[in-house]
């Protein structure tokens, strides 16, 4: 009898823990403001975590954020540290080879950052043997890899130290995140004398169109449920206000606008 | 399992990081024996005006990690316009100079430890016959003194390099591509364990032997009147023993 308990009791702990029904644990990356970002007091916040919420919100589910450094996430995530990955994760093709994506909950271009008036122009011939400096393992570092030859490269490990080894003087010119640059580089002390510069770029050769929710292979009921939950908030005005805390701009995918 | 084929393909680039360790671990060490020599002399020194600031240099290193020293001279000393404008500036600039400025740094003041306490160490008696079968002040330095203070501290040293090795890792958090870097980015490439962390293992204590191995003949050298069965002539030391 006691064995028979023991059993429906093992039965009911297996069955809770492989439906993510009680608990969606979700990576996130902290050093990405505005979309993520930690707070001297270790509170998250930003555009990914407010998101996040507001998805798990819609999906009824209790969530648990994670934070893990942008190194390891999807590793991080096929170990089953959590299960999804909020972290403002370009959807490439090469990633798509060992994860899934949900449909793209934001899209913004990239853009050159300079001290100002530093070039006179942007192309591979302008920048030849300068220093650029770049995420590494980031689209954005495959696309200066395969079009600026020429140029040196300092490939830094986390979104912000792009902006804090440029401002070191440890590189002539910051290739990231138009948003990333404009809202936290640009507005601080010092990002003084910088701007961003050049034309809008959109690697639209590595990307088939902005930033997703990345999910293990496979998960697909997961997937239709974040899906679903994110075509609600965009519609129903959560994006709207959320975005508007962050942004003075449309940052939706234009395949979501209406 | 291992799979052979991510090995052999990423197996150049960790190659390149070996050498990249390398360089970090002798251009370090060798700045770090040169510098400690004279330390240590002036860490022993019985004057306090010499021994004190050498012993509060060694003490703040000491009793600081290695990770916060690297960070506060490579992203730290930037923050000051004057540092950026100044003649330095072109070196510090290059994470290079900061990996190996932070390693010599640390480096030093342990060796300098390490070297003072086999220099407090030598019995009075040694120098006082050295000087009674005639030795000038500058043979008992060099023919008494040092050799016995470097037999002394040798074993220590061993260790400290092994240390430093593996301190070298570091340098991965200041854009070096050194053997852990290497192995973090197959890791976050190809999503493998064995074949980036397992394989950078495997060359830290590959080296870790080898560095071992020839202290260990350095100290077999160095050391040899200190070795019981060196005392023995080879024959009786050949012969097994039956209990």
Redesign the interface.
Not at chain 1, 201 to 224: C, H, M, N, P, Q
């Given at each position: 009898m006691r064995f028979m308990t023991a059993c429906s009791v093992m039965t009911f702990l297996l069955g809770t823990s492989v439906a993510y029904a009680d608990t969606l644990r979700i990576g996130v990356e902290g050093n990405y403001p505005p979309f993520s970002q930690v707070a001297a007091d270790g509170k998250l916040s930003g555009f990914d975590i407010e998101i996040a919420e507001a998805l798990c919100a819609k999906m009824q589910v209790t969530c648990e954020m994670v934070q893990q450094e942008w190194?390891?996430m999807?590793?991080a995530l096929?170990a089953k540290k959590f299960d999804v990955i909020v972290a403002s994760m370009s959807i490439t093709d090469k990633r798509k080879q060992?994860v899934d994506f949900s449909d793209p909950y934001y899209d913004v271009p990239s853009r050159f950052v300079a001290k100002d008036g530093a070039f006179a122009g942007y192309s591979p011939e302008d920048l030849k043997g300068k220093t650029i400096i770049v995420l590494?393992?980031s689209p954005r570092a495959e696309y200066i890899a395969a079009n600026y030859p020429d140029s040196e490269t300092?490939?830094?490990?986390k979104e912000t130290a792009v902006y804090?080894e440029l401002?070191?003087?440890?590189g002539d010119i910051g290739f990231g995140s138009s948003v990333v640059s404009g809202e936290s580089f640009l507005k601080q002390p010092e990002g003084k004398g910088f701007a961003q510069v050049g034309e809008a770029i959109y690697l639209t050769d590595s990307t088939d169109g902005g930033v997703g929710i990345a999910l293990r292979k496979g998960e697909d009921k997961l997937k239709g449920d974040i899906n679903t939950a994110l075509a609600t908030v965009m519609k129903d005005g959560t994006y709207k206000s959320i975005s508007a805390k962050y942004f003075d701009f449309n940052i939706m995918p234009k395949s979501a606008q209406p | 399992m291992i799979n052979w084929q991510i090995v052999s393909e990423t197996l150049p680039f960790f190659l390149d990081g070996l050498w990249i360790t390398l360089l970090l671990l002798a251009l370090s060490i060798s700045a770090g024996l040169v510098l400690s020599i004279p330390l240590s002399v002036a860490r022993a020194s019985a004057n306090p005006w010499i021994r004190i600031p050498v012993w509060s240099y060694t003490y703040v290193i000491r009793g600081t990690p290695l990770l916060v020293q690297l960070f506060i001279i490579y992203y730290g000393l930037p923050q000051f316009e004057a540092i950026r404008e100044s003649a330095i500036w072109p070196v510090l600039r290059s994470p290079w100079f900061c990996a190996w400025l932070a390693f010599t740094l640390n480096t030093t003041a342990y060796t300098t430890e390490m070297f003072a306490g086999a220099i407090r160490a030598t019995p009075a008696g040694e120098i006082e016959a050295a000087r009674a079968i005639g030795l000038g002040r500058l043979q008992v330095l060099r023919d008494v003194f040092w050799p016995g203070a470097w037999r002394r501290a040798l074993p220590q040293y061993c260790n400290e390099v092994v240390q430093m090795m593996h301190a070298t890792a570091l340098a991965s958090t200041v854009t070096i591509v050194e053997i852990l870097r290497v192995a973090r980015d197959v890791y976050t490439n190809y999503l493998v364990l064995p074949e980036s962390f397992g394989i950078a293992a495997a060359f830290y204590l590959t080296l870790t032997i080898i560095l071992t191995q020839t202290f260990r003949l350095l100290e077999r050298h160095y050391l040899r009147h200190l070795d019981p069965r060196a005392s023995v002539s080879k024959a009786a030391a050949a012969e097994p023993i039956h209990a």
């Amino acid at each position: 009898m006691r064995f028979m308990t023991a059993c429906s009791v093992m039965t009911f702990l297996l069955g809770t823990s492989v439906a993510y029904a009680d608990t969606l644990r979700i990576g996130v990356e902290g050093n990405y403001p505005p979309f993520s970002q930690v707070a001297a007091d270790g509170k998250l916040s930003g555009f990914d975590i407010e998101i996040a919420e507001a998805l798990c919100a819609k999906m009824q589910v209790t969530c648990e954020m994670v934070q893990q450094e942008w190194d390891g996430m999807i590793p991080a995530l096929n170990a089953k540290k959590f299960d999804v990955i909020v972290a403002s994760m370009s959807i490439t093709d090469k990633r798509k080879q060992v994860v899934d994506f949900s449909d793209p909950y934001y899209d913004v271009p990239s853009r050159f950052v300079a001290k100002d008036g530093a070039f006179a122009g942007y192309s591979p011939e302008d920048l030849k043997g300068k220093t650029i400096i770049v995420l590494r393992n980031s689209p954005r570092a495959e696309y200066i890899a395969a079009n600026y030859p020429d140029s040196e490269t300092l490939l830094v490990d986390k979104e912000t130290a792009v902006y804090l080894e440029l401002a070191a003087g440890r590189g002539d010119i910051g290739f990231g995140s138009s948003v990333v640059s404009g809202e936290s580089f640009l507005k601080q002390p010092e990002g003084k004398g910088f701007a961003q510069v050049g034309e809008a770029i959109y690697l639209t050769d590595s990307t088939d169109g902005g930033v997703g929710i990345a999910l293990r292979k496979g998960e697909d009921k997961l997937k239709g449920d974040i899906n679903t939950a994110l075509a609600t908030v965009m519609k129903d005005g959560t994006y709207k206000s959320i975005s508007a805390k962050y942004f003075d701009f449309n940052i939706m995918p234009k395949s979501a606008q209406p | 399992m291992i799979n052979w084929q991510i090995v052999s393909e990423t197996l150049p680039f960790f190659l390149d990081g070996l050498w990249i360790t390398l360089l970090l671990l002798a251009l370090s060490i060798s700045a770090g024996l040169v510098l400690s020599i004279p330390l240590s002399v002036a860490r022993a020194s019985a004057n306090p005006w010499i021994r004190i600031p050498v012993w509060s240099y060694t003490y703040v290193i000491r009793g600081t990690p290695l990770l916060v020293q690297l960070f506060i001279i490579y992203y730290g000393l930037p923050q000051f316009e004057a540092i950026r404008e100044s003649a330095i500036w072109p070196v510090l600039r290059s994470p290079w100079f900061c990996a190996w400025l932070a390693f010599t740094l640390n480096t030093t003041a342990y060796t300098t430890e390490m070297f003072a306490g086999a220099i407090r160490a030598t019995p009075a008696g040694e120098i006082e016959a050295a000087r009674a079968i005639g030795l000038g002040r500058l043979q008992v330095l060099r023919d008494v003194f040092w050799p016995g203070a470097w037999r002394r501290a040798l074993p220590q040293y061993c260790n400290e390099v092994v240390q430093m090795m593996h301190a070298t890792a570091l340098a991965s958090t200041v854009t070096i591509v050194e053997i852990l870097r290497v192995a973090r980015d197959v890791y976050t490439n190809y999503l493998v364990l064995p074949e980036s962390f397992g394989i950078a293992a495997a060359f830290y204590l590959t080296l870790t032997i080898i560095l071992t191995q020839t202290f260990r003949l350095l100290e077999r050298h160095y050391l040899r009147h200190l070795d019981p069965r060196a005392s023995v002539s080879k024959a009786a030391a050949a012969e097994p023993i039956h209990a």
